[in-house]
């Protein structure tokens, strides 16, 4: 093997003095006491790299092999195998297509608003068709219609909820991540499959086998819930509370079913009046979601209701929303400006002892659209 050709000329920069040349047949200078090469110390891995140093000094050369390998050699070695695998940006920020990326609501809802959704859309029903005195009841006494000008936006509404979760896709992808780190406040991407979707209150390893009848309005709901900074305290309390280690409840799984509440209230018109007034369907869908969901929590702990509780609750959570929409949104406009004000939530402190847990994977979870109609025993009033 040829001498490793150059040598170091600037002296000032290497503190130990000049740096005698090394040959992959010589034996380079070793301590045996401190295992290190005292002669390269203070001397940059760039350098190292330049003169192929730290090859000849941890190869076999001529027979020569050490008796113990230093530290120091070893952790150098790993720095410089890592060399080649860093590769320069591009720019000064990646590309937003990246998954790595958070997705806001606003960009979500902007995806769906530019794809082609005509397929879905022909599935949806826009309002819940009445009959006889139903109909007449609802004429006589119901909410106004709905707005002209608001139909589009109310059929989009309905439309994403028909949409179901496509791996595929890195906009569904960043949501899904987008989510994941802002309740669990990991810096990480995560896998859109596994096991740690069970810790956030899926039933499963694959979200999308529990989206039925909210389809990915429920993933946009939940998005809209994590990334208003005005709900994200809200969202982290909830998430909390479903964790306590008795009051424990799917997370992810109640909140779609808090999705489902929303998507009958805006087709059985019971959020039309709202909308009416404030000109606009999603920001008030989006508010009763989010309403329902803060009063289902408050009732959740101070009624001290369990999992196996989950059926009744969700059912009278719903009768009282869609009786008095006004009410829930009234009463999250109070829990915004508390917490805007640092003053203490609705949901007070929640009490838990030992480390939080995730869900029993052995609980049953019931939800509006598995309990009986005709089931009213063991109901609380809400």
């Known amino acids: 093997m040829n001498e490793i050709s150059g040598s170091f000329h600037n002296e000032k920069e290497l503190k130990d003095g000049p740096v005698e040349r090394v040959s992959a047949g010589n034996s380079p200078p070793y301590d045996k006491e401190n295992h290190v090469l005292p002669t390269f110390r203070g001397i940059p891995i760039s350098e190292l790299k330049n003169h192929s140093i730290l090859w ?9 092999e050490p008796g113990v390998v230093s530290t120091e050699v070893l952790r150098a070695q790993e720095e410089w195998e890592t060399v080649d695998s860093i590769q320069p940006e591009t720019g000064s920020r990646a590309s937003s297509d990246q998954p790595g990326q958070l997705i806001s609501f606003s960009e979500a809802l902007q995806h769906f608003q530019t794809v082609d959704l005509s397929s879905f859309k022909k599935r949806i029903q826009p309002t819940v068709r009445r009959t006889g005195l139903a109909a007449l009841r609802h004429l006589l006494f119901g909410p106004p219609k709905l707005h002209q000008g608001l139909h589009e ?6 439309t994403i909820a028909q949409c179901g979760l496509d791996s595929q896709d890195p906009v569904h992808g960043r949501i899904l991540q987008t989510i994941y780190k802002k309740l669990t406040g990991s810096k990480f991407d995560c896998a859109l499959h596994g096991d740690h979707w069970e810790d956030l209150g899926f039933q499963g390893a694959n979200p999308a ?26 969202a982290q309390e909830i998430f909390q ?16 079913n808090i ?34 969901f803060l009063r289902l929590a408050h009732v959740w702990r101070t009624q001290q209701k369990t999992i196996s509780d989950s059926g009744f609750v969700l059912k009278d959570l719903e009768a009282l929303a869609k009786k008095n929409p006004r009410r829930l949104l009234k009463t999250l406009e109070i829990y915004l400006a508390r917490v805007s004000k640092g003053q203490a939530s609705l949901l007070g402190t929640l009490k838990c002892y030992g480390p939080q847990t995730p869900h029993s994977k052995d609980l049953t979870f019931t939800g509006v ?9 063991g109901a609380w009033p809400i």
Request: some cysteine.
């Open 56 to 64: 000849a000094l941890t190869a076999e050369a001529n027979g020569w």
């Open 153 to 158: 936006e109310r059929d989009l509404v309905l």
């Open 209 to 234: 086998t529990d989206l039925r009848g909210a389809g990915f309005l429920a993933l946009l709901h939940l998005l809209y819930l994590v990334m208003d900074s005005k709900t994200l305290l809200m």
């Open 241 to 256: 509370l479903s964790r306590h280690h008795i009051q424990q409840f799917p997370f992810c799984l109640m909140s779609v």
């Open 259 to 292: 999705t489902r509440i929303a998507i009958q209230a805006l087709r059985e018109e019971c959020l039309t009046r709202e909308c009416n007034r404030q000109q606009k369907v999603i920001p008030v869908v989006n508010s009763f979601y989010a309403a329902t």
């Open 369 to 377: 659209c598995d309990l009986s109609l005709h089931s009213s025993e």
